[in-house]
């Protein structure tokens, strides 16, 4: 069986070694070892050192120098759509008191998973929403070593 060893993120790996793509959900996409098939139906091992959180386009380097492609899957997402930055700042609030993984878009709108009560809650609150399927890239969080901001320095007490 052919084995992923690696993670690399999206474009900073060479396109030209492609070995194919796996398509993936968001809650599939934080692994560290795990028997998976690439979209052509090719069995693969993902066997990193550590988990990482794959997002849309990195590259999964298999032992013999080739790379699979992964891709964000479509699934049942809610996007929101806020009026003002007030507004999409309370959201935020709303949705990260919830512990809810969120994606940022562009324009003061998000994009969250399908869930019932979220959606009750929104549509309470009167910003527009649309129940729709799509990729669902969700933010990293601030400790991830890949992500925006990076973990913050301990505290040192000074007597």
Not at 135 to 149: I, K, T, V, W
Request: proline share 6%; aromatic share 6%; net charge neutral.
């Amino acid at each position: 069986m052919r084995r992923a060893i690696a993670h690399h993120p999206a474009q900073t790996w060479p396109g030209d070694r492609s070995a194919g793509t796996v398509t993936l959900a968001a809650a599939d996409r934080h692994r560290r070892r795990v028997a998976l098939s690439d979209d052509a139906g090719s069995g693969f091992l993902l066997d990193l050192p550590r988990a990482v959180q794959m997002k849309d386009g990195d590259g999964l380097e298999l032992e013999d120098g080739g790379f699979v492609r992964v891709v964000a899957a479509d699934e049942e997402v809610i996007d929101i759509s806020c009026r003002t930055e007030a507004e999409f700042a309370r959201i935020a609030w709303h949705i990260g008191n919830r512990h809810v993984p969120v994606q940022i878009l562009a324009n003061r709108a998000m994009r969250v998973g399908l869930d019932h009560v979220l959606l009750g809650l929104l549509e309470g609150q009167g910003v527009q929403v649309w129940r729709r399927r799509a990729p669902f890239q969700p933010e990293s969080g601030a400790y991830d070593p890949h992500g925006l901001m990076e973990a913050p320095a301990p505290l040192v007490r000074r007597a």
